[in-house]
């Protein structure tokens, strides 16, 4: 059974940092693109940004470049979103997905185009930056 699994969301206050791991199972990890997305209340689902598992190559949306940063532990099959200078604006529930295509996971995430089709979905871990 393939599962994804985001966690360590929470409350934190704006210029916080958090740090959002993913844990993938059921499928060969090194494989895949892992890439991260989110989605507010009220606001289309967006990509954050995504890891090739196969040579760490990295890809950041506009909105999240220097602050975030996504890496892998492929012995531990598990992905790492590790936010800093949180922004209210980076409220929202955050999940990671994974997809055999790097192309399209990286136009998913750090582009608008609006390609969410990923192969695998995890459940969501909310995050809330307070101002």
């Known amino acids: 059974e393939v599962q994804l699994q985001a966690s360590g969301g929470g409350l934190v206050q704006a210029g916080g940092s958090l740090r959002l791991p993913c844990a993938a199972s059921g499928f060969t990890f090194d494989d895949y693109a892992i890439g991260w997305f989110r989605q507010a209340p009220g606001k289309e689902r967006e990509g954050v940004a995504c890891?090739?598992?196969?040579?760490?190559?990295?890809y950041y949306a506009d909105s999240v470049k220097g602050r975030f940063t996504i890496s892998s532990d492929n012995a531990k099959n598990a992905v790492y979103l590790q936010m800093n200078s949180l922004k209210p604006e980076d409220t929202a529930v955050y999940y990671c997905a994974a997809d055999r295509d790097l192309h399209d996971m990286v136009v998913a995430t750090t582009t608008l185009v609006g390609y969410y089709g990923m192969d695998y979905w995890g459940k969501g871990t909310q995050v809330t930056v307070s101002s």
């Open positions: 890891i090739s598992s196969s040579d760490g190559s990295t």
